[in-house]
């Protein structure tokens, strides 16, 4: 169920998602998640919905996420926001519509991130208790 959505500079992407002023991504969801926790069933069982359109570990947010872990300074740079910002709304294009996104582990950083950029995009944590 992957989407491809090619390659864009992100100059232009930054222009293009300034044309798209006042979205707070309140068409966006973002399941954050430790791995093996059952993460990939739901992303599933959202798909089978027909409501969303399901991204599943998009490369642009894990690079964002991995340059942050890298950094932890990034996490406050105007200009990493403004990315972030970028590669929600590219990956979400349609205001419209709804969409689910399921990065990988090790995301967890980009939630103060998120709502700074898009506070209206609702997250959710996903864990599995060995217990």
């Known amino acids: 169920h992957a989407v491809e959505f090619g390659e864009i500079t992100i100059d232009l ?26 993460s990939t ?9 027909g409501q969303c359109q399901v991204l599943a570990e998009p490369g642009p947010l894990l690079d964002i996420s991995a340059r942050v ?15 972030l910002r970028a590669v929600l709304l590219f990956l979400a294009k349609c205001p419209d519509r709804r969409y689910f996104i399921k990065p990988t582990f090790g995301t967890t950083i980009l939630v103060t991130m998120i709502h700074k950029v898009l506070p209206g995009v609702r997250e959710a944590y996903l864990y599995r208790s060995f217990c």
């Open 41 to 49: 069933l739901v992303a599933n069982m959202f798909y089978k919905t």
């Open 13 to 38: 992407a930054l222009d293009l998602i300034r044309n798209r002023e006042g979205e707070d991504g309140a068409n966006i969801g973002v399941l954050h998640n430790l791995g093996r926790c059952g």
């Open 69 to 83: 872990i890298r950094n932890p300074d990034l996490a406050t740079d105007p200009v990493m926001l403004d990315k």
